[in-house]
């Protein structure tokens, strides 16, 4: 059965009580069964291009980076919405796994065993600007999951002696009536040599990442067949997708925000993980060859050159390879092909309330129940 998520925005600007309203919401519909909360520090978007010109939110939102805390803010959403499941994004760096393996336990334990966790390695814009190490986030991640594996596998204190990590008799006691389920975020043969070895599952984005249905199908297998060759049960495995979309009911507002500056940026930054698949599109590079916003992408430390030339040489055909576009049927359309690899988790990721009209806002939830409707109909079918 498909299992179906939509990420929430939890900035500060906002009272609290809005998250509450945008959660109950989700879980009346009937159709989302979960919610998504980012583990951020900061946005996608630099400073000068967060205007009013670009974005009516600008003239009430001061900036786009005031995010709330994700392993504060996912009880009170438990509290409001007590039928969602929680997933929680964060990255190997930032958190000790101790630490980070004992918020996970706590969290399964609110939740009666509906919390998942999507670790990243780190993207720069998180690390460099608060201290963190930049090098570091895929060995942290490789040491996270073999203690994450040896925390729930051992009944007693354990030894653990990793790149960058040493426990000597740790133990967070044996209370595990609920446990966590860990997935990767992200790709490349390092990271899925780890998760395919001691996560619980992947998610990945489209298009994004993966460009086509066909790409899917062939990942999909392969890391299946990862799973199985280390004598774990591939069918447990599970495998997710974020889906980046663009949704209204009207098709001059989409094409008003593939024009828009704010958007042209996030779609050359993010619009295609590597730089080289906009080649692989037979579209120019908006940033320089090798650049990578997860390595790349510091939004307070960009120069204004660059930010304009970035938007300059960004196309409407750039955006629109970046997203999922159209009314919520037209988009369902499109994703359907990318789950029928064996996908059973799918969050939506809608951009264009972030430079739409606010008036719009409460059509957004609607068009997103809608989405969710239409995918699990079709999974169903």
């Not at 000068?48 to 005031?66: F, H």
Request: charged residues 20%.
């Amino acid at each position: 059965m498909l299992e179906t998520c939509v990420g929430v925005w939890t900035d500060r600007h906002f009272p609290a009580d809005t998250l509450v309203l945008q959660c109950r919401a989700l879980q009346d519909s009937g159709v989302v069964d979960g919610v998504l909360i980012p583990d951020q520090l900061a946005g996608f978007i630099p400073r000068q291009l967060w205007t009013p010109e670009n974005t009516p939110m600008a003239a009430v939102i001061g900036d786009p980076d005031s995010a709330m805390d994700a392993f504060m803010v996912a009880p009170y959403v438990h509290a409001a919405a007590p039928k969602l499941n929680l997933h929680l994004t964060t990255d190997s760096v930032r958190h000790g796994p101790a630490e980070l393996i004992q918020s996970m336990l706590t969290l399964a334990h609110l939740t009666g065993g509906r919390a998942n966790f999507q670790i990243g390695g780190g993207e720069a814009k998180q690390l460099a600007p608060f201290g963190h190490p930049t090098n570091q986030g895929r060995s942290r991640l490789r040491d996270l999951l073999r203690i994450y594996r040896a925390m729930l596998e051992h009944d007693g204190p354990f030894d653990y002696e990793g790149k960058r990590w040493t426990f000597n008799r740790a133990f967070l006691g044996g209370a595990r009536q609920h446990q966590p389920t860990v997935w990767g975020l992200g790709g490349g043969p390092q990271l899925t040599d780890y998760v395919t070895s001691w996560a619980d599952g992947l998610a990945v984005a489209i298009p994004n990442a993966l460009t086509t249905p066909e790409a899917v199908h062939e990942a999909v297998s392969g890391i299946r067949r990862q799973v199985e060759e280390k004598g774990r049960d591939p069918g447990s495995f599970r495998i997710g997708l974020w889906a980046t979309v663009l949704m209204h009911s009207d098709p001059a507002a989409i094409e008003r925000a593939c024009h828009n500056p704010v958007m042209k940026f996030v779609s050359a930054a993010t619009g295609r993980v590597e730089s080289r698949q906009w080649e692989e599109d037979g579209l120019g590079l908006p940033f320089p060859p090798g650049w990578t916003y997860f390595k790349d992408l510091l939004p307070y430390a960009t120069p204004d050159e660059l930010v304009n030339a970035i938007v300059a040489a960004t196309t409407e055909k750039h955006v629109r390879k970046a997203w999922i576009t159209g009314t919520p049927g037209e988009v369902a359309e499109q994703i359907v092909p990318y789950l029928e690899a064996g996908i059973d988790w799918v969050m939506p990721i809608d951009y264009l309330p972030i430079v739409g009209d606010p008036a719009d806002a409460p059509s957004s939830v609607s068009w997103m129940v809608e989405l969710c409707a239409a995918l699990k109909k079709s999974a169903g079918a």
